[in-house]
Every structure is written in structure tokens, then in C-alpha cells.
């Protein structure tokens, strides 16, 4: 059995390693064909890395590496290309003093790799001489590779001033290829975010994004029929059904496909379902971002944004959802077309994004760490016994819980939208089915929720005194003939007060 290929982004390691690979040279075949700038947004930790390594050996001619695969015996090896290879992954940079070290750093592992000596030590001035250097000592056009390209703008994001000169050196750096285009055949840049190409390729006018492009849907990731044949030996004896629901559903326009992180460290840890791939990073920046607004949490489990909120990214406007959508805590359920445009229907891709996340935004919404847990278990014994008194008592010892602090220097608890978002947050991080806005031919209830053969719909309401309203309307509008296949179905109302910070009405009954 072939060894996993966890951390390595090395092609020549996993060949000759003997380690799984997920053959993806048929879609590397496809994309150069001709002469190109390309740019790729995926999440951290999807392959971007290993997919530019092989762009690399592919260019090189490297021709052994690539026995019984796709590209083996259509490529011609015997056209070598000069790479350049740059990666801006490593290390945290927080001045531009550092900021150019690092350049010239990866321009000198560079000139090292083609066998040249840049005599600048500009770092710009390096790249523009290594490119033209490169292309006449082999008397060939240029590949250039670049990997984790926004990385240092991302280690600057919540320092606005800092993020601004950072963008300004990689923007001149990022130039220099367009300026050399007549020594260059292919460029592909990767990366986690999206910036303007107004604001950071504004040289790059010819760079074609392939994110959502559906040819390379499958060009980083997992697909299920790679689980159930490259992996087949390694993966015996786990549910899959259950693999899926924890792990699949990012969508990029080809298959559905798994973060190859996750499933690396599934079959590792004996088929545990953990939080692999979230745990690998630290969404702080969500924190900071958050804290910039008042959103309504459920939103994001049914948002609707066209093009231009997803690709609008950059140091000066930075979008909540498309920063979810492009670090891979919101996928693409759906593409609508209409007269206005193309909108994409986001949402959250699987199981450990939905707990995951919820986690995070009750640790917002809450500022709660040391009790989330037992909250946590209380709701869902609740929920399955059926103990909805019990259920009243648990929200309220939750609500009465939130830190006085939290409240302080913002308007938080004036808005209906965060105690609606406060229950969504905890039963969405215990796993439960849930439909945020859950469109009836009536209207919307707040939330439906399933467990096993149960069915809870929630209605909410802020109000100065306890009115019932929240239940009538469930019951006026009959939210739940949509469901008439459940079982047991459950209406609750609650109704919450601005001054007491907490639960003021509660009602339920039984359909």
C-alpha cells in the first residue's frame, strides 16, 4: 500500500517516495497548450502548491517522473523551458524592510535553480534580470510560478497602513513580467485571496482567473470517485457516507471535491471524524472583521452575492462573504443567471466548516469559551428528549451567561438579528440540520431545525413585553406543512427584550 502524502507539495517526493497521487496531469495538459498568464484562488492547504510543483517538472522535461500518467505520452519532452519558481508562503513579514529581504531571498534560490547571478539588489530589478538572463541562456521563453502570492498583504490585513504598502512593492514587483511579456510563455499565480486586478495586476491585463472556470474545477482537491479508487485500499472499511457529509462539498463548477488535508489525516487517525483542515489555521482575522458590523449570522448559511461582491477583495473594502467564501467557510451551492447577471447561492460546505465555524461566531457573539461546551451538550440532550421546557431553561442560563463586557461600546443586543443569531451559532455547532430563513409559500420562518425523526421550527421576536406573537405567527402562517413527513413536529416562539438582555416569552407546542 502507498504511503500519504501528508505536508509534501513535492512531486519528485511523492514518485519516487512511493506515496498516493492523485493524478491531475490531464488538467495540466490542458492549460498549456499555449502560451499564458493564469491566476488561481483556492483555500489553504488544496494542493495549489503541489499542482505548481508539477506545472514545474512538466516545463522542465522531467519526462520519468510522469510514467502512467495522463501527460506521459502527449507532452513534448523534448521542448525544456527556464522555471521560475517563487514562493511568498513562509514566514510572516510585517515591514517592507523584511518584506524585500524575503524577495531577494527567493530571487537568489532562483538564480541558484537556472545557474545565474543577478547583480542588482533591487528586488524588482533582480526579477526583470533574471527573467531576460534566464530566457537567453536557454535561448528559450520563461516560465514563472508564483505561490501564495498575497501572502504578505494577508499578514497585514487588519493593519490597514502596513497592508497598503505591501500591496503598493508587490503591485511594481507583479509588473515587472508584463513589462517583460516578449521573454515570457507561461505564467500561473496562486493564492488564497482575490485582489482587484485594478489594484495588484493593474500590470497584468492579460491575467485570466480560472477560479470559477468549470474546465478547472477538479484542478485542486479530492474528488468522491478519487476516494473510492486512488484510495480505495486506504479508505476500506470507512462510511463514506459519513466521509462525505464531514469532509466533501467545496464547488468549483467541475465535481464536488474534499480538501486533501482532511482526508490525508482521516485515514492517519483511523477514520476519526476531527476538524482536521480548520484547525491548521487561525481565523483571528474573522474576529476582527466581525467586529467591524452587526451581521446576522444565519445569512451566511443562504447568502446570495453576484460577481462583484465575491471578487471584491482589497486592503480599502474588504466583503465578509467573499472573504468566507475565498478562505473556504462558504462554497458555491448554486449559479443563477438572469437579466442582471450571474449570482452565486454560497453556503457552508460540510459538516466540520458548519460546527467549526459556528464555534467561532459563538466566541463573537458571546465572547463565551470555558462554558460553550456544556451549553453545547445541554442543547442537543434537550433537543433529543424532546425536553423543550428544559430547552427554555438552557437558553436562558445561556443568555444570562454572556459577559456584561461583551455588550460594551456596541449595539449588539438592540438588534433582533443576534439573538437569532446567538441560537443559530450553538445549534449549528452541535451539527445539527438546520435552514436558516427557511422559505415556506407563506413566508419565512427564522429556523428549522431536524433531528432524527423530528422536526423544530423557531419563530423570534424582540419586544418590550411578552405578546406571543412569535408562536401565533409560526401557527398563523402554518410554517410546517412543508414538512408533513416528519413525525413529531415542534413550533417554538420566543420573544427576547432589549433591557434585560434575555428571554421574556416562551411558548411551544405539538402539531
Known sequence: MKYLPIGIQTLSKIIE???VYVDKTEIAYNLI???GYYFLSRPRRFGKSLFLDTLKEIFEGNKELFKGLYIYDK???KVKYPVLRLSLGSGVIKTIEKLNKRLNS??????KAIGINCQSSDPQECFKELIQKASEKYNQKVVILIDEYDKPILDNITDKEVAHEMR???KDFYGIIKDNDAYVQFVFITG???FSKMNLFSGLNNLEDITLHPDYGNICGYTHNDLLTVFKEHLRGADMQMVKQWYNGYNYFGDKVYNPFDILLFISNKFEFRNYWWSTGNPSFLIDLLKTGNYYIPELENFTANEEILNTFDVEKIELVALLWQTGYLTIIDKIKDIFGIEYKLGIPNKEIRISLNNLFITYLTGETTEKLKQQKKLLSMLRNVDLDGLKDTFFSLFASIPYSNFTNNKLPEYEGYYASVVYAYLASIGLDIIPEDITNLGRMDLSVKLEDKLFVFEFKLTEKATGNALKQIKEKRYWEKYQDFDKIY??????SREKRNIIGYEWEKV
Open 17 to 19: 517516495g512511493n506515496f
Open 33 to 35: 497548450q499555449k502560451e
Open 75 to 77: 507532452w513534448d519532452w
Open 106 to 111: 527567493i530571487l537568489g534560490d532562483a538564480n
Open 168 to 170: 503598493d512593492v508587490m
Open 192 to 194: 488564497v485571496s482575490k
Open 491 to 496: 413550533l417554538i416562539g420566543i420573544e427576547f
